[in-house]
C-alpha cells in the first residue's frame, strides 16, 4: 500500500475534521500530494494539492479560507484540516501523490498523479 488515508467520520455542520494520509514505497518521495473527494452520483473533484519543490498549494474555490492542507515529510504524512464543514462537503476523499514536479495547471487533474489511497468517508449532518 503506497498511501493509506484515515481520520474519516460523521461531523455536524460547522464542526471540523483532520484526515491523514500515510506515504509508503515510492510514493513517500512524491514532489507533488493531494486530496480529491467524490460525492455519490459525482465525478471526482479537486480539493487541494501541495507540492514540495515547487513550493505550490493550491485550493479549490469551494473549500478555499476553511480547509488547510499541510505536510511533515519526517512522518511521510499529508494532512487536510476542515474547519466549518459543510453538508455539500460530504464525499469520500482520496489522497493522491505524483513523483514528479508538474506545473500548477495540472495540479487539479486526477490523471496527473501516480498513486491514489482508498478513501475515507466524509459525512457532514445539517
Known amino acids: 500500500v503506497q498511501l493509506q488515508a484515515f481520520g474519516g467520520g460523521l461531523v455536524q455542520a460547522g464542526g471540523s475534521l483532520r484526515l491523514s494520509c500515510v506515504a509508503s514505497?515510492?510514493?513517500?518521495?512524491?514532489?507533488?500530494m493531494a486530496w480529491f473527494r467524490q460525492a455519490p452520483g459525482n465525478e471526482r473533484e479537486f480539493v487541494a494539492a501541495?507540492?514540495?519543490?515547487?513550493?505550490?498549494?493550491l485550493y479549490a474555490d469551494s473549500v478555499k479560507d476553511r480547509f488547510t492542507i499541510s505536510r511533515d515529510r519526517a512522518k511521510n504524512t499529508l494532512y487536510l484540516q476542515m474547519n466549518s464543514l459543510k453538508p455539500e462537503d460530504t464525499a469520500v476523499y482520496y489522497c493522491?501523490?505524483?513523483?514528479?514536479?508538474?506545473?500548477?495547471?495540472?495540479?487539479?487533474?486526477?490523471?496527473?498523479?501516480?498513486?491514489w489511497g482508498q478513501g475515507t468517508l466524509v459525512t457532514v449532518s445539517s
Open positions: 514505497g515510492r510514493a513517500s518521495d512524491s514532489d507533488l
Open positions: 501541495n507540492s514540495r519543490g515547487g513550493g505550490n498549494t
Open positions: 493522491a501523490a505524483r513523483t514528479r514536479r508538474i506545473i500548477v495547471g495540472y495540479m487539479r487533474v486526477t490523471g496527473s498523479y501516480d498513486f
